[in-house]
Nanobody, 127 residues
Framework: HVQLVESGGGSVQAGGSLRLSCATS????????IGWFRQAPGKEREGIAV????????SYADSIKGRFIISRDNAKNTVHLQMNSLRPEDTAMYYC?????????????????????WGQGTQVTVS
């Protein structure tokens, strides 16, 4: 099993920045892709960023491309999401999740159905 704990959420004004962290633990955790998802009230959970096992490949949803950056530090079992130029429409609960790495296009892992392990989420509010 893999455990994930998000942190770093909060309230920020439009145009500001936040850095979310996802602390991971468990068996072979660094053999997993890690994705960031978000869910606003009344909306479906949206995949926004995913990173490969070695951190060299990333994929982003169009809604956040150019504003958010995903990174991972396997030595610390941590994945970060740097969020810049935040907008009110970025307001949501943000989740990180783990999926067993496999061959294929990393962008397909923006689909939440690949993921077996989820954190509890951290709230981001942009006003």
């Amino acid at each position: 099993h893999v455990q994930l704990v998000e942190s770093g959420g909060g309230s920020v004004q439009a145009g500001g920045s936040l850095r979310l962290s996802c602390a991971t633990s468990g068996h072979n955790v660094n053999q997993n892709y890690i994705g960031w998802f978000r869910q606003a009230p009344g909306k479906e959970r949206e995949g926004i960023a995913v990173i490969s096992v070695n951190g060299k490949t990333t994929s982003y949803a169009d809604s956040i491309k150019g504003r958010f950056i995903i990174s991972r530090d396997n030595a610390k079992n941590t994945v970060h999401l740097q969020m810049n130029s935040l907008r009110p429409e970025d307001t949501a609960m943000y989740y990180c999740a783990a999926a067993r790495a496999a061959f294929g296009d990393l962008s397909s892992y923006l689909d939440r159905t690949w993921y077996n392990y989820w954190g509890q989420g951290t709230q981001v509010t942009v006003s």
